[in-house]
């Protein structure tokens, strides 16, 4: 079953990753766009979108469905550029849509994806690497966590959730943000849930940073990003985040209260991963 097309629903904080992007569609009101306006976004950049292997990239009709769909999805991309696509499908859009708002990043994903997939195949081994898994769940539900304030940090590496997002609340309004990456995240975006986690990737800054326009912070994660994803080794080198918590995320989190919900707001300590600039 189809969702209607609604670009209404693609407003708000938890899509500013895609604010750029979404200011480029020429598309039409009132039904989903077709093949040809999806190529037109990527042909009406100024910087063609590049594969893993540095092939144009190209909107294609999907793979038929099989036991070696990932690996030939993966592959598609980065040896012929196509970007395998389901049309009135809000997966689909969003991962063409983060294509375009980080193309650094979804190349060099792409380009790990491929490569540990094709030295998994010479090895004869079957199933993902813990590399592998990383890169999945960055790629479905990735998140960029920024910060220019290192006990901000602090907390969130210590999962001390109601002293980051309540008690640090000013501060987190103005010296850290959350950015979107996961295509599969976004989809959940369209109707938020407590529940809702991203994996993110944690990037240090300074206080200028924060007074770059949009365009620019985003360009400047994109490169940084694109030097991590090679970085990751396994799941446990992405920080859980609970995307909700973030003031503005949800108008429920006005309230101290909210953040007293152990069963989204984990309490809990891992290792760290910070991707400086």
Known sequence: ?????????????????????????PWPAGRWPNYPQYQALLD??????MSGLGVPLRVSAPLAAGPDWQ?????????????PTRLQNWHDLFN?????AFPRSKAALNRCHYRLQEARAQRGEGGRTPAEQALAQFD????????????????????????????????????????LFGHGLMEKALA????MTGKGVVVEVSAEFFRLRLTEQLARLDGIVAAVVP??????????????????FT???????????????RPGRRRDRAAPT
């Open 251 to 265: 108008s429920a989190n006005d309230e101290p209260t909210y953040y007293d919900n152990l069963a989204y707001f």
């Open 44 to 49: 009406g950049l100024p910087m063609p979108v």
């Open 140 to 179: 479905e539900s990735g998140v960029i966590i920024v910060a220019a304030d290192a006990e901000l940090l602090s907390l969130m590496r210590a999962f001390r959730w109601k002293a980051l997002f309540w008690q640090k609340r000013a501060r987190v309004q103005t010296h850290m943000a959350c950015y």
């Open 96 to 100: 063409l849509l983060v294509w375009v």
């Open 231 to 248: 970085q990751l080794t396994s799941p446990a080198d992405l920080q859980p985040v609970p995307v909700l918590g973030f003031p503005g």
């Open 192 to 195: 938020p849930f407590v529940g």
């Open 1 to 25: 079953m189809h969702t209607p097309w609604n670009p209404q629903r693609l407003q708000g904080p938890l899509f500013a990753s895609l604010a750029t992007v979404l200011a480029r569609l």
């Open 71 to 83: 690996t030939g999805y993966e592959a598609r991309i980065a040896r012929e550029g196509l970007l």
